[in-house]
């Protein structure tokens, strides 16, 4: 099930269906974002305000009112869905969160000189299939979706978050939201799937990545493991990691965050319109 565009977003047509779409700003350079998984463009937005240029930010399959083809949930699909909008609105640069940071990760194995500048938030994996504590816990997602139990599966996003937000009333909100996107769409497919999947099949390929890499992890996010950051700080010539302290990307380092990716993105001054 899928919703419909809204009267700002548009749905750009490929073989699997629609992909729903948002620019904002306008100008060079164009920067595609990519959301995580049951994210949303509206959850991936913040991380764009200090970017300038056009950003096009959009859904993957299965969320909002992109396209639920069929087809497994894998993160070449996932990077073949960004790769098709990005090349749409001329993208040079890309920013991914978590499994949109995996399907970057999956477009530069095939080709290391897609993007001029990359940023990738929390990446939870590269080419070793995850068997911790967080894989269970989104096992356990996974089926309190698929009983579409809303209550649940908000309570279950809650623990998740850092124990210092938790009672934060924009915190909670944000569950709630989460927890009815993930029952009410096939997102419930991509818990039994994604969370298994690895995002590459060699992460040595990201040596032949020359552009600048911006990594930002933060510390206890079982989720996230900072060690994927460090791992692609190895590997990428051209890559600076940043590790942030618990506490939430978006909840207690927002500013923090968006200044990092600001500057990177927007290392002089081009004089360009921000949104």
Same mark, same amino acid.
């Given at each position: ?19 729903? +779409? ?52 894998? +993160? ?200």
């Amino acid at each position: 099930m899928t919703a419909r565009p809204t009267s700002r977003t548009s749905l750009l047509a490929t073989r699997q269906g629609g992909i729903e +779409y948002l620019l904002t700003g306008s100008g060079s350079p164009a920067t595609v974002f990519a959301h995580g998984l049951a994210g949303s463009i509206d959850t991936t937005r913040p991380f764009g305000g200090g970017v300038p240029g056009t950003k096009a930010f959009f859904h993957f399959r299965g969320h909002g009112a992109s396209a639920s083809p069929e087809t497994d949930w894998t +993160y070449t699909a996932l990077a073949g869905e960004l790769d098709a909008v990005a090349r749409h609105v001329g993208a040079t640069r890309a920013l991914g969160v978590s499994m949109g940071a995996g399907a970057i990760c999956r477009l530069l194995e095939d080709d290391p000189d897609r993007f001029e500048r990359i940023v990738l938030v929390i990446p939870a994996v590269l080419d070793s299939p995850r068997k911790d504590a967080a894989m269970q816990r989104m096992r356990h997602l996974a089926q309190l979706a698929e009983e579409r139990d809303v209550d649940a599966v908000q309570e279950a996003l809650l623990r998740d978050q850092p124990s210092g937000v938790r009672t934060r009333p924009d915190v909670v909100a944000w569950c709630q939201r989460q927890a009815q996107v993930v029952v009410a769409t096939d997102v419930r497919r991509a818990l039994r799937t994604i969370p298994r999947a690895t995002s590459m099949s060699d992460r040595t390929a990201l040596q032949r990545v020359s552009a600048p890499i911006l990594v930002i992890a933060q510390e206890a996010d079982p989720g996230h493991p900072v060690s994927v950051a460090h791992e692609i700080g190895a590997q990428a010539p051209h890559a600076r990691v940043e590790i942030l302290p618990p506490g939430g990307v978006l909840w207690e380092h927002r500013d923090r965050v968006r200044r990092l990716i600001g500057e990177f993105l927007d290392p002089a001054d081009t004089g360009v319109d921000k949104d």
